[in-house]
Each structure stands twice: as C-alpha cells, then as structure tokens.
C-alpha cells in the first residue's frame, strides 16, 4: 500500500496534469454532443422591452448571484492551480457569480497545499462550493474530512463529485463505488451545509437523482457530456496500451446535458439545478436555463482564461452576460424566470 506521502505526490502531479492536459490536447468530446443545438429560440422581433429593463440576477442555495452562472470546479493543489483559483475568485467577487474548486483531497493529504484553495479573502460574498470526490467515502473519509474540506475553504455547499469512468480508466484509480448511497445519506445527515451531487462530464439521469435526492442530496449538477472528456484527459495520462485504449473507447460516453436537464427537472420540479458539460457560451447558458436549469456551469472558457491574464477573464465574462441578456432582449424576457416560463424554447431536430 501507498503511503500517505506517495499517495499526495501522485494527486499533486496529477493535478498538474489534468492542467495541462485540458490546456494543450484535444480532450473534448467529438462524437456526442451537450445536445443544446437541438434547440433553438423563437426571435421576438418586437420585444416591448427597454435593455435596461433586463435582470439576469438570480439566487441559488440562499446567495444572491448577479448572473447565473457557476464557474465550475477545476484545480486545487499546485502553485500554478492557487493562482487560477485566486484570479477566479476575484472574478467572481466582482460579477457576484458562484464558484467551486478542485478536488480537495490533496490539501487533504498534503495540508501545506491547502492555501491553494483559501480564496474567500478573495470573494467574501461569492456562494463558494466546496469538493471532494464521493469515492472517497470509501477510502477513509467521512464527517471530519468533509468538514475539514468545508472549512478550509469557508464553503456555503459541498460538491460530492461522482466520476466512476474517469477513476475506472485512471492509474491507479480509485473503483470500489459499493455502498455509496447509504455513506452520502450518513454525510447529508450530519453536515450543516448543502449537499450537492455532480458528475464530472458524463451526465446524471433522472433515476440517479432520484436516487441521491432521497439520500438527502439537496443540490443536482448534471454535468452531462459533450464538453471535456475526462475518459480522454485520463487516456492522455496513461500508464500502458489498455488504459489508453480504454481512454479513446470511451472518450463520448455518457447523457449529454440538455438531456440531463429535462429529464431531471421533469421529476423534480424544485430541485437547485446546475447545468454544465460542455457549454461554452453565453447561448447555452440561456438555453440550459430555458429547459429548467437554475444556474449554468462552465470550466474550460474560465481556465483558458484564467492562465492568461485577468483582463481576459473579465473580457469573458462581460461576453458570457452580454449574451444572456440578448436572448432574453429577442425573446422579450426582463428576467430568467420570465425565459424559463415563456415556452420560447423549441426542440428543432
């Protein structure tokens, strides 16, 4: 068996990795699709409305959100991952947007890195989303840990990220999923903070939400496929011919997210919904919200982003909330809810 000491090297240079990876290869899914194309706005050609008129605020989890949006969990760990994750979080300080970090299981194992994730000083008022992965329930973790992960990043939620492809694929991966749902029903339970259940870029159908809402998860992120293929990302990263091959086999697996979205929604009505997996612009985002999401994820646009420079990530994230606000303009919406209720949304193929 590993020692504690090896097993926090190896996540750190995973980490790394993972960057890297996302950063420099084609990891995206090619086959399979999020499935917003199949969807299209009716254009209101006389919208009666001023543009000041539009309110793309929101509130999710109880924290006010000046736009729906989430910039979605992605590192953690690295001296290059703590200066992303700080440009983010003064990001999303400024737009009043929510934001979630990597895995913090290496500050777990390796505590010296835990200043990688201590961002709040960095967005006091951002509904900041905590994360671990819920395999590790079964490998040593529980209450403490989680509290532990919580308080190091003084979240308002914690995201229990679900990914059995990726660790299926992963070097040394972390694979005994039994019993899972019974160990996040004990969590739920005890923690005082919001639960929320995600998968990593291979979608959560609605017999699974339904699965983790009745074990206590409070919170749904869909994280559907057609963005970032972690079974690639994993490939990328393999240690022999069958874990790469296993890596391109399976590289669009999984329920792409418009998919996930209304499936989801249809039997929970008013579950907290995030939608993420593969949306890349301000029309999916509105998109996602039209078919019943609360708020949108996104990662890659933010990281590519993020090791470029601040400027480009508010040139971002002006972008993202410009484009929000012209579809809800030329569909004659003021405000989100007005979107999702106005049935201007159709299904085209």
Known sequence: MNSPITNSAQTQ?????HIRICLEEDVQCHETTNGLERYRFTHCCLPELNRDDIDISTTFLGKHLGAPLLISSMTGGTAQAGMINQRLAALAQHYKIAMGVGSQRVAVEKPQVANTFAIRKYAPDVLLLANVGAVQLNYKYGLAECLQIIDMLEADALILHINPLQEFIQPRGD??????LDKINELCTKLTVPVIAKEVGNGISAAMAEKLM?????????AGAGGTSWAKVEGERAENALQRRLGNTFADWGLPTAECITSVRAIAPNIPLIASGGLRHGLDVAKAIAL???IAGLAMPFLQAA???EAALHDLAEVLIAEITTVLFCTGNATLASLRNSGSLGRIQ
């Open 214 to 222: 009745a074990v206590g998860v409070q919170a749904i992120d869909v």
């Open 13 to 17: 240079s995973r980490k790394a990795d």
């Open 292 to 294: 019943g999401a609360d």
């Open 175 to 180: 694979t005994n999923f039994r019993g899972l």
């Open 307 to 309: 090791v470029v420079s």
